[in-house]
Structures are given as structure tokens and as C-alpha cells.
């Protein structure tokens, strides 16, 4: 009973807590964590004890494979070089510098113990790091780097770790230590791969959303548990598995799987985090009780514990004022100044530091001192970088995402893809197939990218814009639908059966039409244009950025008609305003077949973006 209800106390504090930090715009993870600190001090009130089994083994798994499989592959690649020196090379660097640091400032602690408690405190906390990031707004670039740096630093470290602990006990020499490495490297690669081709075959038979959930929830300790038992790196199997099934997803799932895998994902993720954050301030009254029993002075307990903090920061910062430098030297690509800093600075430890901690063997010199400073940087560094990081960032004005550039690349995409789509339509029909079913087929292809289009400009005041005002009337329709439904079970006229099946094909349309609104306001981070760019494109190089409109109160054709337009297109070659494709006549897109005039831009107010008719390109 007990465990059921620390269970639930604790899926409910940290619900509410990450929801009410959302809402006022504060940290998350710092937030749980202090919440967690004062709750550990109530008396019979969540008292659990965070092992190495339930970090590194019940929360781990799941928390990176969530990450992974949302982790774009392609970004990944390209960022690997600044990812494996931060993951890898930062690692090693930080567990020496922090771990002789250690051995200093502690008098009764081993190299090899200092060398451990390094190891513990190097790798940054993947939630951490990214949830601040993104809330800042930092540039995509630099959050793909941190995304990737935390999703391998974590097998890294704890690689150093299991090293460092056999140090204690034996001599271990430097071919042993690089025999541990590529061991655990290249197998969990190895079977993470493994893992990932086998469940991709399985999940291409698999059509029922449940049973790819449960495949998919079975996946991280898949790969995990094999990894581990032949002394591999469970962490980064998972990894690899996640970011192999997440990469291969759009091929190997069916829409509604990956539809319930986002979500359920999604839902796990959140709670997981917040938990993890949680259950850390919890642990700090057994930890500073742990230290009152040593019989230790005071004065030989904060000192060491501000010491260890200051050097685990300093570590990351001296580590890239080394690196970019001599990349620089090299002729190499790399950042500049102020990218280095502020990733420098996003070194914030979470869950993974203050379970590896619990790893030491219970005889090792000081282990209670060396728990509280690992739990000394993990508070630390979420309130001293991850309250400063923001203000930094806005500081040393580094360019966020840009919403409007976003949006012009998303239109280009979904145009190009519908473009695709009616192709194959063509191709497929044939004098057999009913023509209202083509029409209707093709109107469906053009509403899409038309919808998006809308999203750029701002519509005719007394006129809304289609897809809106389909959306409007159509809830309304289904919410007088659901009533219906509604009223007719609680008659007793149907089955439940026939009456839940009704009940889900609205759910459907509805979460459907949400999709859509959602779509329109928030920026998908893979929807990028590959291939050619504006500058690529001679049209948008010699088209006049300035030309006279001919009528500038509204569209041509549409003033001459009497007709009702949405949005209004440019002719940069004639100066004709036409209406765009989500207006009824489309006459923009018919100057532009009468006339092959290449480039027309937008002239609604603050838009000032541009759009080639040949190569289909934004400028």
C-alpha cells in the first residue's frame, strides 16, 4: 500500500509542479528538485531511496530511448564531430580534471576514488539542458549538439566509472582501460543495431497501434538488458536502437502507430522527467545524514563540495577554450566565441550523476562526502547555470528560430510533397476511375498546402480564411453529433458497441481537425527544405525587390469582378496583384501561367517573402 501510494504522491507533485512551472515560465527541473528538497524533510512523507537499479536500470532505458527516437538522425550526422568531442573527449577530460581535483581538496581519497566521483559528475543531464534550451529559444544548432552530446556522454562516463571502481581494488592498465572502451562502444552499437533491424522487421507486419505501443515500450530494455549482460553499454544501445527505429519510423509503422507511439511516448517522457528531478531533492536529508554520521567537521565538508562544483563547471568552459582554438588553428570548421560560451556554460547535471554516485562500493574512503558533493553539482549547476542561462543567452544575442522562416520553408515542403502526391495521381488514373473521386482527390491534395499558405499571410478583414472557417463550422457540426450520440446511449437505443464506434470515428475527425490548428501555430523542427535554396535560384537573384503595384487596393481580376479575395501576390516583373491559392479565383497563379512571369511576393502587411513560380523556391 505503502508503494502505491509513493507512487502516486509522486506521479501528482510532479505533475502539478511541471505545470505550474510551465505556466509561470520557471525552471522545471530546478523547481522539482527544491520542492523535492523540502518534501524530504516532512517526516513519513515519500521517503524513497533512489538506487543505482531504479535510476540506471527502471528510469534510464526508457528516458533516453524517449529521447532518441524524437532525435533527428540527419542532425546528428552532421553535428557528429562537436557531438563526440563533448560526449567523449569532454568526458574524459572532466572525470581527470574533477577527479585530481577531488583527490586534492580530500586528503583521505584515493586517485582512483577521486577518478570515480569525476566520472559521476562529467556527463551533463540530457533534460536538463535541452528543456532550458529550447524554452530560451537557442539556435536549432546548438540544441541538436547538446540533444546528441547527452544522449552518448552518459555511456562514456559510466564506461570511466566501472573503470575507476575496478582502480580501487587493482591496478588497471591503460590497455585494459581502452579495452573497456571499444568493448562497451562497439557493442552497444552493435546490438543496438541488431535490436533496431530486428524490431523494424517485426514492427512492417504489425498493424494494430497496440501492439506496436507494447513492441515499442519493450524496445529500450531490448536492446538495454543483452548489452549489459556481455558487459557492453546498455546506454548506448538503447540509443542507437532509438535513433535506428525513430529514423526508419515513417517507412516501417503505419500513421495511426506513430500517431499512438508520439503520444504515449510523449505522455512517458514527461512524467519520467519529472520524477527523476523530484526524486533527487528527496534524497538530500539521507545524504546529509549520511555525512552527519562520518563525524566529519563541517569546514572539511563544504569546502570540498564548493571545490568539486567549481571545477566541474570550469572543466566544460576550459575544455572548449582549448578545442575551438586548435580546431580553429586547423582550419577546421567550428563556433564562434559566442556559441562556445553559451555551450559551455549548458552543463547542467541531472539523474544520471546522483545514481552513479550510489554505484561506489559501500567501502570506499569518504563515500558519503564524495554522494553529497556529486549531489552538491547536481543542485548547483541547476540553479547556478540553469537560472543564468536564459539571461546569457538573451546577453550575447544569439539568433533563436525564426517562426516566419519556419513557416516559409514548411509551405515549400507541403507544396512540394502535394506536388508529389497529384503526380502519382495522374499516373494512376485511369479512364475506369470516377471523376468526382479525382476532383475530390485533388482538391484534398491542394487544401493541404493551401491551409499552410494561409498561416503566412493575415486575411481580408471581413473575409476569414477557408480552411479556418471550415474548421469552425465543422467542430460545431460534430460537437451537435456527439450530443446526439450522447443522448441516444443514455435512451438505451444501441449496443455500446455500435455506440463507442460512432463516439471514435468524431474523436478522430476531431483530433484530426486539432492536428491542424496545432500544425499551423508550432514549427515542426524536421519539416526543412533540403536541396536547393534561394540563393540558388537565378529568378529570386534578378527579380526587382521593389516594383509599383498597378492596383494596390486589392486584386486585379478580383476588383474588376466584383469577386472576394484572401491573401495578395506581387508580380515582381509586372506589378499585377492577384489572389493567392487559397482565394477562389487563384488569379496569381493564373498571371503566372499566362504570363510565365517567374517571381511574385507577398504584399500583405509585415510579409515581405517571396515565391519562384519554376523552381519552386522562398526566397
Known amino acids: ?133 529550447r524554452r530560451v529559444g537557442m539556435p536549432r544548432r546548438i540544441v541538436s549538439v547538446l540533444e546528441g552530446e547527452s544522449l552518448v556522454n552518459d555511456a562514456t562516463a559510466l564506461v570511466a566509472l566501472n573503470t575507476a571502481i575496478a582502480a580501487l581494488s587493482s591496478t588497471i592498465s591503460p590497455w585494459r582501460v581502452g579495452w573497456d572502451f571499444v568493448r562497451a562502444a562497439g557493442g552497444g552499437v552493435l546490438i543496438g543495431a541488431a535490436v533496431a533491424i530486428v524490431l523494424a522487421q517485426i514492427r512492417k507486419r504489425i498493424n494494430d497501434p497496440v501492439l506496436d505501443t507494447v513492441l515499442s515500450f519493450a524496445a529500450p530494455y531490448a536492446a538495454f538488458l543483452p548489452a549489459e549482460e556481455i558487459h557492453s553499454s546498455g546506454v548506448l544501445a538503447v540509443v542507437v536502437t532509438g535513433l535506428l527505429l525513430g529514423h526508419r519510423a515513417p517507412v516501417i509503422q503505419t500513421a495511426s502507430s506513430r500517431i499512438a507511439e508520439n503520444i504515449n511516448w510523449r505522455t512517458v517522457q514527461f512524467l519520467l522527467e519529472n520524477v527523476v528531478f523530484l526524486l533527487i531533492g528527496l534524497q538530500i536529508r539521507t545524504i546529509i545524514d549520511n555525512v552527519g554520521h562520518s563525524h566529519l567537521p563541517w569546514t572539511r565538508v563544504v569546502w570540498p563540495c564548493v571545490a568539486i562544483l567549481a571545477g566541474t563547471i570550469v572543466a566544460r568552459g576550459l575544455w572548449l577554450a582549448i578545442v575551438v582554438p586548435t580546431l580553429r588553428l586547423l582550419r577546421q570548421p567550428t563556433w564562434d566565441w559566442r556559441t562556445s560560451v553559451v555551450v559551455g556554460w549548458a552543463g547542467m547535471r541531472g539523474v544520471v550523476t546522483l545514481a552513479a554516485v550510489f554505484v561506489l562500493p559501500a567501502d570506499t574512503p569518504e563515500r558519503a562526502l564524495l554522494t553529497l558533493a556529486a549531489f552538491t553539482v547536481v543542485a548547483g549547476t541547476l540553479l547556478i547555470q540553469g537560472l543564468t542561462l536564459p539571461w546569457l543567452v538573451r546577453r550575447l544575442g544569439l539568433p533563436g528560430p525564426d517562426a516566419a522562416e519556419d513557416a516559409l520553408q514548411r509551405a515549400g515542403l507541403v507544396t512540394d510533397a502535394a506536388r508529389a502526391g497529384l503526380a502519382v495521381l495522374e499516373e494512376l488514373t485511369t479512364d475506369d476511375d470516377p471523376p468526382d473521386v479525382i476532383e475530390e482527390l485533388r482538391q484534398r491534395a491542394h487544401s493541404r498546402s493551401d491551409r499552410i499558405w494561409e498561416q503566412l499571410g493575415r486575411a481580408q478583414s471581413d473575409l476569414e480564411p477557408p480552411a479556418a472557417a471550415y474548421r469552425r463550422l465543422r467542430l460545431q457540426m460534430l460537437s451537435a453529433e456527439r450530443s446526439s450520440i450522447i443522448e441516444a446511449r443514455d435512451r438505451g437505443v444501441y449496443d455500446d458497441e455500435v455506440l463507442r464506434g460512432a463516439l471514435q470515428s468524431i474523436d478522430m475527425e476531431e483530433s484530426l481537425l486539432d492536428r491542424i490548428e496545432d500544425a499551423a501555430s508550432l514549427v515542426d523542427d524536421e ?93
Not at 80 to 94: E, Y
Not at 600 to 613: K, L, N, Q, T, V
Request: aromatic share 4%.
Open 527 to 619: 519539416l526543412r527544405t533540403p536541396g536547393r535554396r534561394a540563393g540558388d535560384c537565378e529568378h529570386l537573384r534578378d527579380a526587382h525587390r521593389v516594383v509599383q503595384a498597378r492596383t494596390p487596393k486589392g486584386c486585379e481580376e478580383c476588383l474588376r469582378d466584383g469577386t472576394r479575395w484572401v491573401h495578395l501576390r506581387l508580380c515582381l516583373t509586372c506589378g499585377h496583384v492577384g489572389c493567392c491559392d487559397s482565394s477562389p479565383q487563384r488569379h496569381a497563379e493564373k498571371h503566372n501561367a499566362e504570363t510565365e512571369h517567374p517571381v511574385m511576393r507577398s504584399i500583405e502587411p509585415g510579409e515581405a517573402w517571396r515565391w519562384c513560380y519554376v523552381d519552386h523556391l522562398l526566397g
Open 1 to 133: 500500500m505503502d508503494a502505491a501510494l509513493n507512487i502516486l504522491g509522486l506521479a501528482a507533485i510532479a505533475t502539478v509542479v511541471a505545470a505550474f512551472a510551465r505556466r509561470v515560465g520557471w525552471s522545471e527541473p530546478l523547481l522539482l528538485t527544491v520542492i523535492g528538497i523540502g518534501i524530504s524533510y516532512i517526516p513519513r512523507v515519500l521517503e524513497i531511496t533512489l538506487t543505482p537499479d531504479i535510476a540506471l536500470v527502471g528510469l534510464l532505458p526508457p528516458l533516453l530511448y524517449a529521447a532518441a527516437i524524437r532525435t533527428s538522425l540527419i542532425d546528428l550526422s552532421a553535428n557528429k564531430r562537436p557531438i563526440l568531442l563533448l560526449s567523449v573527449g569532454l568526458v574524459a577530460f572532466s572525470t581527470i580534471a574533477v577527479g585530481l581535483l577531488a583527490w586534492w581538496v580530500i586528503p583521505s581519497v584515493s586517485v582512483a576514488a577521486g577518478l570515480a566521483l569525476g566520472a559521476v559528475v562529467a556527463p551533463p543531464d540530457a533534460v536538463a539542458t535541452t528543456t532550458v534550451a
